[in-house]
């Protein structure tokens, strides 16, 4: 399984958005759970969920929250260790929110680690996005590179260096990725 731990680093800038991230998701949920008036006036947007989206929490819940981030966002990974674990106790495991989290990528190294994160069995999907959002300052900067830093993860979940090269190359795997960036930037 991940070791969590030989990878946590911390990144500058932690605690102070706290506070601020979690009055924005508090408006957000409220705008978002707002069901009785029509879509154009609540900000709710029509959505679909897809088989092979990592999905936290029920996928029927009453309000869903569509995440597209970067491995490689410093602020991302702010979310991820700081606002999340708040979000997931108090909205998503009292079944009243879901999240969809889905990649969006500013440079290679964010979309092979998106890729890794989709290569991994589905049981330790979000463990593997914990990894890499944890562990981001060690493996993006790797004295060999971000990718051999990836490698190093990959292989912490039993991924050897040939199956995460195949991972990358693989068509499906190509179609995932190019399909989240294109719906990111042409829709959200």
């Not at 971000?146 to 040939?162: D, F, N, T």
């Not at 995460?164 to 294109?182: G, I, M, S």
């Amino acid at each position: 399984m991940l070791n969590q731990t030989k990878l946590r680093a911390k990144a500058p800038f932690r605690g102070t958005s706290l506070r601020l991230g979690l009055a924005a998701l508090a408006l957000a949920v409220g705008v978002a759970s707002c069901g009785e008036k029509p879509a154009e006036e609540t900000g709710v947007y029509e959505y679909k969920i897809y088989e092979d989206d990592l999905v936290i929490g029920n996928r029927d819940a009453p309000v869903t929250i569509i995440e597209y981030s970067s491995f490689t966002c410093p602020h991302c990974a702010t979310f991820h260790e700081e606002v999340f674990p708040h979000l997931e106790e108090t909205y998503i495991k009292t079944g009243q929110a879901s999240l969809v989290m889905r990649p969006f990528f500013w440079d290679t190294a964010a979309a092979k680690a998106a890729m890794l994160s989709f290569c991994v069995p589905d049981q330790i999907r979000l463990k593997m996005t914990e990894t890499l959002f944890a562990g981001q300052n060690v493996w993006i900067y790797d004295q060999a590179g971000p990718q051999e830093g990836l490698v190093k993860i990959a292989k912490q979940a039993q991924i050897s260096r040939e199956d995460f090269q195949a991972c990358l190359e693989n068509p499906k795997t190509k179609e995932w990725a190019e399909r989240h960036l294109n719906q990111a930037a042409q829709e959200y």
